[in-house]
Every structure is written in C-alpha cells, then in structure tokens.
C-alpha cells in the first residue's frame, strides 16, 4: 500500500532515519503513527519466547506496515525491525485518520490491500496443514511469484533467502533447503550461486546473465 509521499507531507508526515537492527516498534506496543517505507527493507515478524523469529511480512520501498493499530485502536499485533539501513515516513495518527475522511479512496485501496494479505495467510495455512514440505514451497514460490513482489518479474529471481522463507512458513531453514533441492531436480527452479530462479514459460533477464549474479 503506497500512498504519495507528497500527500503524506502535506498532512505532516516526517522523514525518520533508521539503522539496521534498529527497534521500529515492538509488538504490544500503542501505535502513534502511519509508518511507510521509503528506502531499505523491514522485517514486521512475531518472536516466541526462544526468540525463534515468525516472519509476518518482509516489507519493501513503498510499503506501509503496523498500520492495523490506526484502525482497530489495538497495540501492534507484530514487531518492526529495521534490516537494513531505512528512512521511514511517519504520518501521526490523528493525522491519518484526518487524510482518510478527506479522502476515502484511501479507505478502499486498504480495504484491498488488508484483503490480499488475509488471502495470502488462508493460503499458507491451507498448504501448511496438508501437503509435504516440497509441495508447500513449490505452492509459494507459485503464489509469490504470481500475487507479490517479492519475485523479480523480469529474471524471476526470488528476492527473499531461503531462512526468510523458513521464517515465514515456520518451517527449518534444512527443510527449506531440501525442498528446494528437491525442485531443482525436478526442473521447477534453478540454483545458481545460491540464489534461486523460478521457472517461467516466459523467462526473460534483467540481468546479463544468471552467471554474473553474485
């Protein structure tokens, strides 16, 4: 969900610099603001008590996230931690409550977008419950790459690592591994320098070649 930068200015948003591994918010926490990402990447992820990480969603350029407080008035259901050096534009809530009156388009454009996200946790759930773990990943690998951005459309390359996949399925990084050894050998992905490719009847690069990626 991206709403322009201009927009969110003009109600007040300000920039934020964030380090990588910084605290954005912890999940509990009372949320004050609108939060969209304008460069670097964030993870919005749930921690057990081991610490063991539970990926919720690996956010990019462009995307809000922990928005869920402004609209139910509940604390923040995950945590947000930079993973990369960030600038965040942070809109206050009373704010963005003020923008949404003002204009309700934005309304249903995150209506859609909270719709999507349900959508991608039914289907998880479905494929975690009821096939083997080479089955699940070759489904969301699938799913990625036909309703996310996290796949690159023009070389297909997956754009998240096999332990952010681990950590989304709640599956072992190893499973994700021999999972996707497995599809390597049946011709569904290709591996190259440890990064993976999906298949596509339509591949093309936007890079010279595979080989040259490092």
């Known amino acids: ?14 920039y934020k610099k964030v380090s990588a591994s910084e605290i954005i918010f912890l999940e509990g926490d009372t949320g004050h603001y609108y939060h969209q990402l304008v460069e670097g990447r964030v993870c ?11 990926l919720q969603e690996l956010v990019w350029p462009g995307e809000s996230f922990g928005e869920l407080v402004l609209f139910d008035q509940m604390p923040y259901a995950c945590s947000a931690v930079a993973l990369t050096d ?21 309304s249903i454009r995150f209506n ?21 773990p080479e089955q699940t990943v070759d489904k969301l690998f699938h799913y990625l790459q036909k309703h996310s951005n996290k796949v690159c459309q023009e070389c297909n390359k997956l754009l998240l690592t096999r332990q952010q996949i681990a950590n989304l399925t709640g599956m072992r990084v190893e499973t994700i591994i021999r999972a996707t050894k497995a599809l390597e050998n049946k011709g569904k992905v290709s591996i190259v320098k440890g990064k993976v490719f999906l298949t596509s009847e339509n591949e093309t690069s936007c890079c010279k070649s595979r080989q040259s990626i490092v």
């Open 112 to 132: 859609k977008m909270f719709a999507e996200k349900l959508r991608f946790k039914l289907f998880l759930i479905r494929e975690l419950a009821g096939n083997s």
């Open 86 to 106: 960030c600038v965040i534009l942070r809109l206050p809530s009373a704010a963005f409550r003020q923008m949404l009156q003002d204009d309700p388009s934005i």
């Open 44 to 54: 919005w992820s749930n921690f057990n008590d081991d610490g063991k990480e539970i």
């Open 1 to 14: 969900m991206m709403i322009q930068t201009d927009l969110l200015v003009r109600y007040g948003a300000t």
